[in-house]
């Protein structure tokens, strides 16, 4: 079992940058592919970044490739999002979440990842 908490999220101007964090609880965190999912209002949840248990293997959205960092630090149990040249279609509740099984072609799916945090909002104005 694992618990995601996520913070770091806020308003920010076009072309600011945030970092989002990921806290989880368990002791198997670092054996799980951790991954960045978003949802803007009337739209579905929709895949954004992921990172493998080893932090070897990251995968990227084409529309935040290039402006979207994804990271791990396993020994604080952390998963962060870096966000740079931030766009007003950029503007979401960000949610982690945590898959305990292998890096797989699937990872870019939602219903892939069994343990969810609370989301947290990022507004970006233009």
């Known amino acids: 079992q694992v618990q995601l908490v996520e913070s770091g999220g806020g308003l920010v101007q076009a072309g600011g940058s945030l970092r989002l964090s990921c806290a989880a609880s368990g002791r198997t965190f670092s054996r799980h592919v951790m991954a960045w999912f978003r949802q803007a209002p009337g739209k579905e949840r929709a895949f954004v970044a992921a990172?493998?248990?080893?932090?070897?293997?990251?995968d990227y959205a084409d529309s935040v490739k290039g402006r979207f960092t994804i990271s791990r630090d396993n020994a604080k149990n952390t998963v962060y999002l870096r966000m740079n040249s931030l766009k007003a279609e950029d503007t979401a509740v960000y949610f982690c979440?945590?898959?305990?099984?292998?890096?797989?072609?699937?990872?870019?799916?939602?219903?892939?990842?069994?343990?969810w945090g609370q989301g947290t909002q990022v507004t970006v104005s233009s």
């Open positions: 979440a945590a898959d305990p099984y292998d890096w797989t072609d699937s990872r870019r799916l939602a219903n892939e990842y069994p343990y």
């Open positions: 990172i493998s248990w080893s932090g070897s293997s990251t």
